[in-house]
Structure formats: structure tokens, C-alpha cells
């Protein structure tokens, strides 16, 4: 009997190490997911004001060309509202 308890401690001893080390691994993958999902939000935050800069540019081309064509201020109103209906 003390034979038994001896290898069950000893098989009990051998599964804690490793759920051990299996939990600093996860911990070690869970950080670098972290770190990653920060990254991807941060580039997702300079994708957004890249496309808002580039739709404010676009919107700038629009109603120069139409000062430069004489446009009524009615249509260039609309047209920014097709616009920006459009891009979201």
C-alpha cells in the first residue's frame, strides 16, 4: 500500500509540473496575443484616419471643381451628402 501511495504522489508531483509548465506557455501565448491584438488596433486606428484623410481629400477635390465649374452651393451640398452616404 505505501507503494502505491508513493507512485500516485510521485505521478501526482509529475502532472503538477507539468500543468506547470503547460500554464506558463499558455500564459507566454496569451501575451503575445495580447501584444499582437494591440498592434492590429493600433494599425487599424491609422488605416481609419488614413481613409477618413483621404475621403476629406476627396471631398476638397469635389468642391473645388465645383467653385471652378460655377456649381450652385445646393449641389455641392448634395453632392458631399452622396459622399458621405457612399464611403459608410
Do not use: G
Amino acid at each position: 500500500i505505501e507503494v502505491l501511495k508513493c507512485n500516485q504522489a510521485s505521478r501526482l508531483r509529475s502532472d503538477l509540473a507539468l500543468s506547470h509548465q503547460e500554464n506558463r506557455e499558455l500564459q507566454e501565448r496569451l501575451m503575445v496575443s495580447e501584444a499582437t491584438v494591440h498592434a492590429q488596433a493600433e494599425q487599424l486606428k491609422d488605416y481609419r484616419d488614413l481613409l477618413s484623410e483621404i475621403w476629406v481629400m476627396r471631398l476638397v477635390v469635389v468642391v473645388r471643381t465645383k467653385l471652378r465649374e460655377k456649381t450652385p452651393a445646393a449641389q455641392v451640398t448634395n453632392r458631399f451628402k452622396s459622399l458621405s452616404n457612399h464611403d459608410k
